[in-house]
């Protein structure tokens, strides 16, 4: 699975990266205009969301929130178990076959953290990211839902997950989906009826990542900061070429 990663860049980056406007957000009254580096993304916060304009049909960027809450249900409490959604089985679940077909996402990523279990009571955080350190998207898909109590709607994702690759099985079985940046429109783009671009929710190239690990302080979301992706000076790793 993927519950924690990091989104350290600001706006204009985000923009650059991947080619998009920015709009305001016209939904959630909790939102904020600008965002501050988070080196903890963590389930139920609002982040930093890339899709196309329903108008448009143009690239543009927003937040949501993390979990996502179908357009059927009948309250946000979903939300809590499905900040993943597994690869395989997008197009058969009521969760998110409806997303699948019309609301893809690509959320802007700096890292990830996974963690790996060393005993019953023991797991060692990793961080993973690009080897140049390079901004990256993870694969989602994005919901509208209404709250009618509170007459606002609320808009979420989840992040789609797949088998991992040689680096990732390392370290645990599931890796989120990493969109390449030749990819991009093709995965937004709306697709015509049995051309899904499901052949993108694949392992991304392990040689293209680097991983390491880091303190477990990373385990508590009320821990943020740039220390939280520093090596572990207990026992530095050479996965993926980080120490090569």
Not at 39 to 60: D, F, I, K, M
Not at 160 to 169: A, G, H, K, R
Request: hydrophobic share 40%; aromatic share 10%; glycine share 4%.
């Amino acid at each position: 699975m993927c519950g924690r990663y990091v989104s350290r860049a600001d706006k204009q980056r985000i923009a650059e990266s991947f080619g998009v406007r920015i709009v305001p957000e016209n939904y959630d009254p909790d939102f904020t205009p600008d965002w501050v580096p988070n080196y903890n993304v963590a389930p139920q916060t609002r982040n930093p969301v890339v899709r196309l304009n329903s108008e448009t049909g143009q690239r543009e960027l927003t937040t949501m929130r993390w979990g996502l809450v179908p357009f059927w249900a009948k309250d946000a409490k979903l939300a809590y178990s499905t900040i993943n959604a597994r690869a395989e089985t997008l197009a058969s679940s009521a969760l998110y076959r409806a997303a699948l077909k019309s609301r893809r996402c690509l959320i802007p990523v700096d890292a990830f953290y996974e963690w790996k279990k060393l005993d019953a009571k023991n797991k060692q955080p990793f961080a993973i990211s690009m080897k140049d350190d390079s901004l990256f998207a993870f694969a989602g898909l994005w919901e509208t839902w209404k709250d009618k109590a509170a007459d606002h709607q609320l808009e979420t994702y989840t992040v789609i997950t797949t088998d991992p690759n040689e680096l990732m099985q390392t370290i645990h079985d599931r890796m989120p989906v990493i969109v390449a940046r030749e990819d991009y429109a093709r995965w937004l783009a709306p697709a015509q009826p049995g051309q899904l671009p499901t052949d993108l929710l694949r392992p991304y190239p392990p040689e293209e990542m680097k991983a390491w690990k880091v303190s477990k302080a990373v385990g508590n979301t009320r821990n943020n900061g740039p220390q939280l992706m520093k090596p572990d000076q207990d026992a530095l790793p050479k996965i993926g070429g980080l120490f090569n």
